[in-house]
């Protein structure tokens, strides 16, 4: 196996077992979630990508983002986020924003 995908799948595997254990989601639904989230990242670095996730109140939140280096602005130091999050550049408001890796719905 080439290294590229075992790291793929160490990733995916370490996402899913984490969706179970704190969010109480089975395996099926977490390796589901955890595939769907390795996508949106690797979107997000090619294009401006349409996709959805719940916020934590509840409601449905449709995003445009990206993590094109062009077109995010150049930013000063670094701030850490957490593990579970997912850091993009919101291209409608033009700014960073974040979501629970566990929350994404669907890319669309």
């Known amino acids: 196996m080439s290294t590229k995908f075992r790291s793929q799948m160490k990733e995916v595997m370490q996402l899913a077992w984490s969706f179970v254990r704190k969010n109480g989601y089975s395996m099926s639904e977490a390796l589901?979630?955890?595939?769907a989230n390795l996508k949106l990242k690797a979107a997000l670095k090619v294009?401006?990508?349409?996709?959805?996730?719940k916020k934590t109140d509840g409601t449905l939140r449709?995003?445009?983002?990206?993590?094109?280096?062009?077109?995010?602005?150049?930013?000063?130091?670094?701030?850490?986020?957490?593990?579970?999050?997912?850091?993009?550049?919101?291209?409608?408001?033009?700014?960073?924003?974040?979501?629970?890796?566990?929350?994404?719905?669907?890319?669309?």
């Open 47 to 53: 294009k401006i990508v349409e996709f959805y996730f």
């Open 32 to 35: 589901k979630c955890a595939w």
């Open 62 to 108: 449709q995003a445009f983002g990206t993590l094109m280096s062009d077109r995010v602005p150049e930013t000063k130091g670094t701030k850490k986020t957490a593990e579970n999050c997912q850091v993009y550049f919101d291209t409608e408001v033009g700014d960073w924003r974040c979501f629970k890796k566990c929350n994404l719905i669907k890319i669309a």
